[in-house]
C-alpha cells in the first residue's frame, strides 16, 4: 500500500509542469502558408483554437480558421480538431508536438490535416506566444470545363506552415 501511494505521488510530481496550468486554454494564430508542387502560391492565415488543457502536458480542442491569398484567387475556412503535446524543458519554455485535423469549406472543400511542431514561451501561466512550422495538406475539389470539356476531379495540395500566436 505503501508503495502504490508513493509511485502515485512520483506520477503527480512528474505530471506538474511550473508554470502550465489545467483547464480552458484559447490561442489565436496567425501565420502563412507555402504551397508547393504544380500550383505554386502562398496564403495568410489566421486561426483560433480553443479547448482543455487536459494536464500539464495534453491539450485537446478545436478551432476555425481563414487561409486566402492577395488576389482572392484561393480561400478557404478550416473547422478542425486539434491535439498538441508538450515537452517540459524548463518553467516558461515548452516544446510542443501537435496536429490539426479536420474539414475545408469556402472553395476548398475537403479533407484537412496540419501536423506541426514549435515552441512556447510563457509569460505567466495563463499568456504565452507560440511559434510552430508544419506540414499542410488540403483535399480540393475541383470541377469545370476545358473546350467544352467537363471535369470533376479530387487532388490533394501539400504546403509548409509558419505560424505565431498568443495563447491565454
Known amino acids: 500500500m505503501l508503495a502504490a501511494l508513493a509511485s502515485m505521488a512520483c506520477l503527480s510530481a512528474q505530471n506538474r509542469i511550473p508554470g502550465v496550468s489545467t483547464g480552458y486554454k484559447g490561442m489565436l494564430e496567425t501565420g502563412m502558408t507555402f504551397y508547393e508542387g504544380k500550383s505554386e502560391f502562398t496564403t495568410f492565415d489566421i486561426s483560433t483554437t480553443h479547448g482543455f488543457q487536459i494536464n500539464p502536458h495534453i491539450f485537446v480542442g478545436a478551432g476555425l480558421g481563414y487561409s486566402g491569398d492577395e488576389e482572392g484567387d ?39 490535416f496540419n501536423p506541426n511542431v514549435g515552441c512556447t514561451y510563457l509569460f505567466n501561466h495563463r499568456l504565452g506566444i507560440d511559434l510552430s512550422l508544419g506540414y499542410t495538406l488540403q483535399q480540393v475539389q475541383l470541377s469545370g470545363s476545358i473546350l467544352g470539356f ?9 504546403a509548409f506552415t509558419f505560424r505565431l500566436g498568443i495563447q491565454f
Open 150 to 158: 467537363n471535369f470533376n476531379t479530387k487532388t490533394s495540395l501539400n
Open 74 to 112: 484561393y480561400h478557404m475556412l478550416p473547422l478542425y480538431g486539434a491535439f498538441r503535446g508538450n515537452i517540459p524543458v524548463g518553467n516558461k519554455f515548452f516544446p510542443f508536438a501537435g496536429a490539426r485535423l479536420g474539414y475545408s469549406l469556402d472553395g476548398w472543400d475537403g479533407l484537412y
